[in-house]
């Protein structure tokens, strides 16, 4: 006899929670995928404009020294290549691309310019068929967009440091474009001598010291704030927090948020720090006092009570000694060294600007960093 029973159904709200976790799990499989072929999208880019640039200079220096013989190979150039692929091979493209590998030309570029190629092969011969050379170490983390920027930048070891930092952080093509017009390279060499900053344009933003965790100055162009007289830090505060990714990103490498206006309590009396931040990469509370105006020694004696507060309470065996920022619309850099002690110090004082700053500004701020570091003030 056979049996006419069936198993229970499952019920509606059942198969919903279930349609919605394959939901999720196929949205993350996809969406994986997707980021993993735009990473060999933009990485087989950038090695082929590369190879076209090459073959171009190749072609070029083969053809002589008229100074119109190169335009008018990419003008041909262009004119064949639009007519086999479509748009997208103007000659403004392709100069940008010529420019690309005269930017970061192969090791062996002296080598391989004497290599004998007809003009008309750079369309007629497959690449591979080419005199192959060793390309130099472009970062593929980077895409073409990161690399139109940094080509713009002339200095060799600050176009090296934006490489490594962008390849390093992650940076969007956006946040690549913010630092490099903030002057990023510039304001962390302030205070750093020949060698630190050396160091810093081949390897990039070392987070090693206490010193190393800030900028100066921090901009904060982000935040939309006019400059006037009648703003209160908790405005300040307020517009940081509504920006608070942006303001990570300038803080630079490792800070994780914890609080706002975090209270302590000392001997019955109560205070509220503005702003406390981890740093994963020193294994510590960094707590920062948002101040208007000019900075004074009391605000640096309690950002120096803030910090001794989290070291006694808060601090676990495992971690470093806390940092404590002053972060300051002005400040009196001579009274800073003095009311603070000598050495690699865990109280620092920084100037925070609501506009970018200038490359004169930036500089002169330099000129003076180095000769107060000098005359070891």
């Known amino acids: 006899m056979l049996d006419n029973t069936r198993q229970p159904a499952a019920t509606t709200e059942e198969a919903c929670v279930a349609a919605d976790t394959l939901f999720r799990k196929v949205v993350e499989i996809v969406s994986g995928a997707q980021e993993r072929v735009a990473q060999v999208v933009n990485s087989t880019m950038v090695q082929t404009y590369w190879e076209i640039g090459r073959q171009i200079v190749l072609v070029e220096q083969k053809g002589g020294r008229r100074a119109d013989y190169g335009e008018q190979i990419l003008l041909h150039l262009s004119e064949r290549l639009t007519r086999h692929f479509g748009r997208g091979y103007g000659v403004k493209h392709l100069a940008r691309i010529r420019q690309f590998y005269q930017t970061y030309p192969a090791p062996d570029q002296g080598k391989a310019s004497s290599v004998e190629i007809d003009s008309q092969e750079i369309v007629a011969t497959p690449w591979r068929q080419l005199p192959p050379a060793p390309q130099p170490a472009l970062k593929l983390e980077l895409g073409w967009s990161h690399y139109r920027l940094l080509m713009v930048i002339e200095d060799p070891t600050v176009r090296t440091f934006y490489e490594h930092e962008a390849a390093n952080q992650g940076w969007s093509v956006r946040e690549l474009e913010r630092q490099i017009a903030s002057h990023l390279h510039e304001r962390l060499a302030v205070s750093r001598d020949n060698d630190q900053v050396l160091a810093l344009s081949r390897r990039g933003q070392q987070v090693l010291t206490p010193q190393d965790v800030i900028k100066d100055p921090v901009v904060l162009e982000f935040l939309g704030l006019p400059e006037r007289p009648h703003w209160r830090e908790r405005d300040l505060e307020q517009a940081i927090i509504d920006h608070l990714q942006e303001f990570m990103l300038e803080l630079g490498k490792g800070f994780c948020f914890i609080a706002r206006q975090r209270r302590i309590t000392i001997g019955g009396d109560h205070f509220f720090v503005d702003l406390v931040l981890y740093n994963r990469l020193l294994r ?94």
């Open 284 to 377: 510590c509370f960094v707590v920062i006092d948002l101040k208007l105006g000019k900075l004074t020694h009391r605000d640096l004696g309690q950002v120096q009570m803030y910090v001794n507060w989290f070291d006694r309470t808060q601090r676990e065996p495992h971690e470093e000694p806390t940092i404590g920022i002053a972060l300051c619309s002005r400040k009196n850099d001579a009274m800073v060294r003095m009311t603070l002690p000598e050495g690699e110090g865990r109280i620092l004082a920084a100037r925070y600007d609501l506009v970018m700053p200038t490359t004169e500004q930036l500089a002169a701020a330099v000129r003076d960093g180095r000769r107060a570091a000098e005359r070891g003030e």
